[in-house]
């Protein structure tokens, strides 16, 4: 017995919503992040299952926006740990409900 | 691919990623997420992509997991170990899954098996990385070296 494609879909929305998740109920700023990862590579496995799925042979469009997603991700990784540490050595926090200095 | 192969491996990732989520302390939570990129890895092995799985291992539990475990390190004077929690996150997190399950279980065309696929190797990677997707190559490339010189300005020391 194979698994069908709604399998795939329905596992990358439950690591979606996990994600979702820590990106919105946690105060810690390195969890809103940890949050921000686990969604990227759920629609990670969207992409690659798509392809997977779809009509044979073709491009490997799935997979090489996967890689490329992968790369960005980890840019984008770097910059936001290294804005975790600008903020605690300005603000000796990480708690990002107190980083309100904006707030009207 | 089979369903117990599938059904196994999706039952550690959710369960690493739930710990990822909702433990206390931050440094098991940044294991936890190490662990959960692993089964994304495994994942992406099953669908027959197995060098997205080797990217991912090496970039997301060789690189990113190490990062946040150093942020960590480097953050953890002065903050409190105690949080309170957002429920209203949860809410909308299981209001969002709900949705997606709903769409997902309701479009018959996504009820399909996988078809016969010939293996995706390196060298076709490679040639169509370097032919159709050279643009894009090298703008990631760019982005990257922009980023990484954007983190190190953003913690540099002001003299």
Redesign the interface.
Known sequence: ???????????S????????????????A??V???I??ML?AA??NF??F???G???Q??TG??I???A??????????G??????V?RHY????IDQLNQLRG | MNNVALVSIAIVTLAAALAAALLPQLMRAALSLALTFVGVAAFYVLLGAEFVGLVQIFVYVGAVAVLIVFTILLTRRGTKAAEHFKWSGALIAIAVFAGLVWAILNTPALAITAPAIQPLNVKRIGEVLLTDYVWPLQCVGLLLTAALIGALVLVMEEK
Request: overall charge neutral.
């Open positions: 017995m194979t698994p069908t494609l709604q399998l795939f879909l329905i596992i929305a439950a690591l979606f919503s996990i994600g979702l998740l820590a990106a919105l109920s946690r105060r810690h390195i969890f992040l940890i949050g990862e686990m590579a990670n496995i690659v299952a392809w997977r799925f009509p044979q042979p491009e490997p997979v090489m996967a890689i490329f992968i790369a960005i991700a980890a840019a984008e990784a770097a910059v740990l290294a804005l975790v540490i600008a605690y000796r926090t990480t708690d």
